[in-house]
């Protein structure tokens, strides 16, 4: 998949980075070294629902879109990572994302990931983002359940 | 605190009278006291939260989190309202409401209020002590400190996932109709 980039050009790539901002530039040299840098071409699918994957995505450059079953769920610029569920806690991908044009991605495997969730920096910043994911989820869990009830009292089976 | 099921008084902790309304607690907690009760320490070695810990980062974690004893009954956090602190349940457990319906209940080793001590944000649910309970609660200050601790981080780091991945499964389970979520996996 692609090709690799240098380190110093990850540095300067990641000092852009929102969820780096509170990292020191030393930090970001250590999150270089932790990370791959690298290239993908246009369609190329990065990470596949239902599949067994532990690598955490940082797009540095380009656009992927993510999607569930088949519906677009959200599209992802410079500065967007994905895949921490995952490399937090070993399990399926919960959604297929694909390159929708020239993307520079950084990929870092999972242990590499715990040495960067201890960078206060970039720490806070994955805390944040999980905390919103697990209240915007939670919400609209909210409003399932609501509806769910006007339509009728018994609630979903939830086998799956 | 925990005579009366007023909720003003947990409230009062809640907007940062932690260390008045604790008074000498806290040295008692890090010490096997002379009734031979078990000490904090040895209460966290037992908690799943804490097993990654090693003794000295228990101390830690002694050091920096205050210890409450609630009775069942008493709403912890209330919905809508303001707050920082994030509790990790050492002993009983506690219901979780949303607009008036239980969507959880938490036990041992489990926490809440992670949302609002991350983000600054209202408290998300309400939350009752089903029973007795024996709580830490990690003020907003104390919060990144105690991050800093590789067990405790990563504690809450799986939690948080784990917790993500069920609210995404049940949604699935909504979106498909309530039909089961039988992913498609090419």
Redo the contacts between chains.
């Keep these: 998949m692609g090709f690799m980039l240098t380190r110093e050009a990850t540095v300067d790539r990641l000092e852009l980075v929102d969820a780096f901002k509170g990292c020191t530039r030393a930090q970001l040299k250590q999150v270089a070294r932790l990370a791959e840098h690298v290239q993908v071409g246009q369609g190329e699918v990065l990470a596949?629902?239902?599949?067994i994957g532990r690598e955490f995505f940082l797009v540095l450059s380009g656009t992927v879109r993510v999607t569930?079953?088949?519906r677009e769920v959200n599209v992802l610029g410079p500065g967007s990572f994905f895949g921490?569920?995952a490399a937090?806690?070993p399990?399926?991908r919960?959604a297929t994302v694909t390159a929708v044009s020239e993307v520079e991605v950084l990929i870092i495997g999972p242990r590499e990931f715990?040495t960067m969730?201890?960078i206060?920096g970039f720490?806070d910043a994955?805390?944040?983002s999980?905390?919103?994911?697990?209240?915007t989820?939670?919400?609209?869990?909210?409003a399932?359940?609501?509806e769910?009830e006007e339509v009728e009292d018994e609630p979903?089976?939830?086998?799956? | 605190v925990s005579s009366s099921t007023d909720e003003n008084a947990i409230d009062l902790l809640t907007r940062g009278a932690l260390a008045l309304a604790w008074g000498g607690s806290k040295d008692d907690v890090n010490v096997t006291s002379n009734d031979g009760k078990v000490s904090l320490i040895d209460r966290l070695h037992g908690v799943p939260w804490f097993a990654a810990c090693t003794a000295e980062q228990l101390g830690e974690v002694v050091r920096l989190a205050e210890r409450l004893h609630i009775d069942a009954g008493e709403v912890i956090l209330r919905e809508g309202r303001l707050g920082r602190e994030l509790f990790v349940i050492l002993e009983g457990s506690v219901v979780v409401t949303r607009a008036g319906r239980a969507v959880n209940e938490w036990g041992v080793g489990d926490y809440f209020g992670e949302l609002a001590a991350i983000e600054g944000v209202p408290r998300t649910a309400t939350v009752t002590a089903k029973s007795d309970l024996d709580v830490l609660i990690v003020g907003p200050r104390e919060f990144d400190a105690m991050m800093d601790i590789p067990g405790v981080r990563n504690a809450l780091f799986m939690g948080m996932a784990r917790r993500i991945r069920e609210a995404d499964d049940e949604l699935d389970v909504y979106a498909e109709g309530g039909a089961g979520a039988d992913r498609r996996t090419e």
């Design positions: 596949r629902e239902g599949r569930q079953a088949g921490e569920l937090i806690n399990g399926v919960n715990a969730a201890a206060p720490r994955l805390f944040k999980m905390a919103d994911r697990l209240r989820a939670d919400a609209r869990l909210a399932a359940h609501e769910d979903p089976t939830t086998q799956s």
